[in-house]
């Protein structure tokens, strides 16, 4: 058996799969073709020596915005999926259907890492900071329709944000739309909450088994737990009929007060993202692997946070063939190094919370490549922020 790439005495941890030991991966065409012990270095072109390195699936960003140079918020994929184990990223809302042919012809298709999206219900997406649902005349559903249909195979589900700024006292109306959109459409709504109005319990009430709520662990006034931070019976009953619970840290979205709150009830996410945006890439989310981070802080097992940044990312969408080390399987790896020591860490209300370990990115693989590192874009004239560099500091 040859291989193109020979991942080597890694502690292979695939909880979705339920595959945890040391195991040598082999790679060759893009695809994995042995998992096992005492694979023959000799055997391959390449061989990375993953000793006291973790090895676990590609990992799956649930809440990215990616649409660089076309919209307020996006950054650019790759050279952060390169550093940061990313090997596919869920673009939720940044295009809309007057926009999304051209992030499909500059971002999706030159991309290495691979890139999905959920369309905006506006047709206009976030090409500005917010407000995207504040005109009607945005929320033209036929075109999306048909933009949905043109583009199954990246398309995967329909995004709303749903808050004060954005609906502009418009109230549910665009809510309404969207779920009409998602329902002809046959996919998964995706529902962004925050600051009212429109309240948490008038929003729910339009969503359904498999949709999924993000930022799920606000601290702002549409948070999932009442003053005594015991989640509302309404929030439970939805998500024990299959409402997916994501993270969608960014720069206004996670509060540390809420999710030790959620997690001592033992009540966790179903799935960990980062909301990576021109923002919230400068602190305090920073990226993938300090968001996990900060959940192994706050009690979740290595296990829990690798599958809900892997195979219940994956399951959440429809991605089948992803988030899970399979022999025959596609070739997307994230080797991770766990670094322990004093960390300090921080919610979006600047709260810090100390924490002992810290995860690294030694090397993402997508399709059976390592991504080179490249340089990063600068931030744009409008987010580049040294205020909010200087009250996190720099990535733990």
């Known amino acids: 058996m040859q291989f193109d790439l020979l991942i080597a005495g890694a502690e292979v941890r695939d909880p979705g799969s339920r595959l945890r030991g040391e195991f040598d991966v082999g790679i060759a065409d893009g695809k994995i073709t042995a998992i096992a012990t005492g694979l023959p270095r000799e055997n391959a072109r390449t061989v990375l020596d993953a000793r006291g390195l973790i090895v676990t699936p590609g990992l799956i960003d649930l809440h990215t915005h990616v649409y660089w140079g076309a919209t307020y918020w996006g950054v650019e994929p790759d050279p952060i999926a390169a550093r940061t184990g990313v090997t596919t990223w869920l673009d939720v809302g940044s295009a809309g259907a007057y926009n999304f ?10 991309s290495r890492a691979r890139v999905y999206a959920l369309l905006n219900a506006s047709s206009i997406g976030l090409v500005g900071p917010t407000y995207e649902f504040a005109n009607p005349d945005y929320l033209d559903l036929p075109l999306a329709a048909r933009m949905t249909e043109q583009n199954r195979d990246r398309i995967l ?23 009409a959109l998602a329902d002809q459409v046959q996919l998964p709504l995706m529902v962004h909450i925050g600051r009212g109005p429109p309240a948490l319990r008038d929003i ?49 979205s996670f509060s540390v007060d809420t999710a030790r709150a959620m997690i001592d009830q033992k009540l966790m996410p179903d799935v960990i993202s980062t909301d990576i945006h021109q923002l919230s890439i ?23 946070v690798i599958e809900r940044s892997t195979s219940r990312p994956a399951r959440a969408v429809g991605l089948k063939d992803l988030g899970a080390l399979r022999v025959g399987g596609p070739a997307d790896v994230a080797v991770l190094s766990l670094r322990k020591g004093s960390f300090t860490y921080y919610d979006v209300f600047k709260t810090p919370f100390s924490g002992s370990v810290q995860i690294d990115c030694v090397a993402t693989i997508v399709a ?27 990535r733990p």
């Open 157 to 179: 589900g329909i995004k709303a944000r749903i808050d004060a700024l954005t609906t502009r006292g418009t109230g549910l109306l665009a809510l309404e739309r969207a779920r």
């Open 101 to 110: 042919p051209g992030f499909r012809r500059w971002i999706v298709e030159p």
């Open 204 to 252: 729910l009430t339009h969503l359904r088994p498999g949709d999924i709520l993000t930022h799920c662990f606000t601290g702002h006034d549409n948070r999932i737990i009442d003053t005594s931070k015991a989640i509302l019976p309404y929030v439970r009953e939805l998500w024990d009929r299959g409402l997916v619970m994501d993270i969608g840290h960014g720069a206004g």
């Open 368 to 394: 059976g490549q390592i991504l080179p590192a490249a340089p990063e874009r600068s931030l744009h004239d409008w987010a580049d922020d040294p205020q909010l560099r200087a009250a996190v500091g720099p």
């Open 282 to 304: 400068q602190g305090p989310m920073f990226d993938m692997p300090t968001t996990m981070a900060k959940f192994l802080t706050l009690g979740m097992s290595l296990d829990d």
